[in-house]
């Protein structure tokens, strides 16, 4: 089974926000390391809690990636194609 800090260092090495909040992921992490470690439930909770609130903040800061779906991938190769000369535009 994965440790809290395991998924959480996984999940802002995904979101790529280290470099752009590097205290805030620290925070987070160590967080993540009051979560597993062994104590008092009230403890856990109360870190689990605030480890839920900045990784919030750093989802908002993480920068939006680009992806492109079979509608934008049909567009690039039709725009390829007509660069080639392989379509032409419709006349009206």
Same mark, same amino acid.
């Given at each position: ?31 993540a390391e009051?979560?597993?470690?062994p104590?008092?439930?009230?403890a ?5 809690? +605030? #480890?839920?609130a900045?990784? %919030?903040?750093? $989802?908002?800061l993480?920068? *939006?990636? !680009? ?5 934008? +991938? #049909?567009?690039?190769?039709? %725009?390829?194609? $007509?660069?080639?000369?392989? *379509?032409? !535009?419709?006349?009206?």
């Amino acid at each position: 089974m994965a440790t809290v800090v395991d998924a959480i260092t996984a999940e802002i090495e995904q979101l790529r926000v280290r470099d752009l909040s590097p205290g805030l992921a620290q925070l987070a992490v160590s967080l993540a390391e009051s979560v597993d470690m062994p104590g008092s439930p009230t403890a856990k909770a109360n870190a689990a809690r +605030e #480890l839920r609130a900045v990784m %919030e903040d750093l $989802r908002k800061l993480a920068p *939006v990636q !680009a992806e492109m779906d079979w509608v934008d +991938e #049909l567009a690039v190769k039709k %725009e390829q194609k $007509r660069e080639d000369g392989l *379509v032409r !535009a419709r006349r009206a």
